[in-house]
T-cell receptor
Framework: DVKVTQSSRYLVKRTGEKVFLECVQD?????MFWYRQDPGLGLRLIYF???????EKGDIPEGYSVSREKKERFSLILESASTNQTSMYLC?????????????FGSGTQLSVL | AQKVTQAQTEISVVEKEDVTLDCVYE???????LFWYKQPPSGELVFLIR??????QNEISGRYSWNFQKSTSSFNFTITASQVVDSAVYFC?????????FGAGTRLFVKA
């Protein structure tokens, strides 16, 4: 079974704090993604990575950064958390270079910034 | 730029009715992939189907069927004889290059 594990299910942080969201996948997938999900807006792509140490901006990268030092791990960093970053964060991974596989999702991290 | 539009925000049907969820996409890529995912009330997204841009064959899987039409840039999803367990949010997604983007989702309510 493919597993994408996100380190926390719920997280409460204060404005201005630095926040790390961790994601690990165990299927040797090349591609990893971070999305945020907000009611009425669907899933919006923050950052993605198609290889170790490679990262690409998604549609809403402002206020976020990422790190992919190892193939199986993709971290999302909120440098200085703000209340508008309160959201459900979803990590996903997929196989694929010339072909593209479906995304496998983690359970999500509900982040509240107070 | 890539874009996925799911114009239906919410749909409510009575059990056993057929229902179609619409998905319209935009992309400049000639090679791309289209997906449907289901997010039940439990929250975890589940993959339903993948279709590449060169394969316009429609697909049927049990009560589910998908209609892919490149001419109208649409990839619609039909549930036949809906059941209460079909109640969920359904997302259409597009992958071009390595980037996957999603539509806003359609929330389906199936009433007994």
């Amino acid at each position: 079974d493919v597993k994408v594990t996100q380190s926390s299910r719920y997280l409460v942080k204060r404005t201005g704090e630095k926040v790390f969201l961790e994601c690990v996948q165990d299927m040797d997938h090349e591609n990893m993604f971070w999305y945020r999900q907000d009611p009425g807006l669907g899933l919006r792509l923050i950052y993605f990575s198609y290889d170790v140490k490679m990262k690409e901006k998604g549609d809403i990268p402002e206020g976020y950064s990422v790190s992919r030092e190892k193939k199986e791990r993709f971290s999302l960093i909120l440098e200085s958390a703000s209340t508008n970053q309160t959201s459900m964060y979803l990590c996903a991974s997929s196989w694929g270079r010339n072909q593209v596989g479906e995304l496998f999702f983690g359970s999500g991290t509900q982040l509240s910034v107070l | 730029a890539q874009k996925v539009t799911q114009a239906q925000t919410e749909i409510s049907v009575v059990e056993k009715e057929d229902v179609t969820l619409d998905c319209v996409y935009e992309t400049r890529d000639t090679t791309y992939y289209l997906f449907w995912y289901k997010q039940p009330p439990s929250g975890e997204l589940v993959f339903l189907i993948r279709r590449n841009s060169f394969d316009e064959q429609n697909e049927i899987s049990g009560r589910y069927s998908w209609n892919f039409q490149k001419s109208t840039s649409s990839f619609n999803f039909t549930i036949t004889a809906s059941q209460v367990v079909d109640s969920a949010v359904y997302f259409c997604a597009l992958t071009g290059g390595f980037k996957t983007i999603f539509g806003a989702g359609t929330r389906l309510f199936v009433k007994a």
